[in-house]
Nanobody
Framework: QVQLLESGGGSVQAGGSMTLSCAAS????????MGWFRQNPGKEREGVAS??????ILYYASSVKGRFTISRDKNTVYLQMNSLKPEDTAVYYC???????????????WGQGTQVTVSS
């Protein structure tokens, strides 16, 4: 079973930057697309960014476009977050799927989650 291991996260002041990393322990078709979601208590899990090099797919949520950059090196995906805002505070989850589905229920693999806190 392929596992996703996240690193990064923590606390930063508004306007700061942070990078999250996620390494898949192997390759399966379930890692064709890799991406990041975030969630706050009581709220729906939100897709942040996703990447599928084989199909040239690159997706960003409108709330992060221009500030966040997703990149991928084989089975490791990165999320570079710049100009962070307090509303970016959430638990960030790395995920992988056969394709870049909008519905998070279709994503097969999930990391353990990492807290990102942005203070004003």
């Amino acid at each position: 079973q392929v596992q996703l291991l996240e690193s990064g996260g923590g606390s930063v002041q508004a306007g700061g930057s942070m990078t999250l990393s996620c390494a898949a322990s192997g390759y399966t078709p379930s890692t064709n697309c890799m991406g990041w979601f975030r969630q706050n208590p009581g709220k729906e899990r939100e897709g942040v960014a996703s990447i599928y090099p084989g199909l040239d797919i690159l997706y960003y949520a409108s709330s992060v476009k221009g500030r966040f950059t997703i990149s991928r090196d084989k089975n490791t995906v990165y999320l570079q977050m710049n100009s962070l805002k307090p509303e970016d505070t959430a638990v960030y989850y790395c995920a992988a799927a056969t394709n870049c589905y909008r519905d998070y229920n279709h994503w097969a693999l999930w990391g353990q989650g990492t807290q990102v806190t942005v203070s004003s």
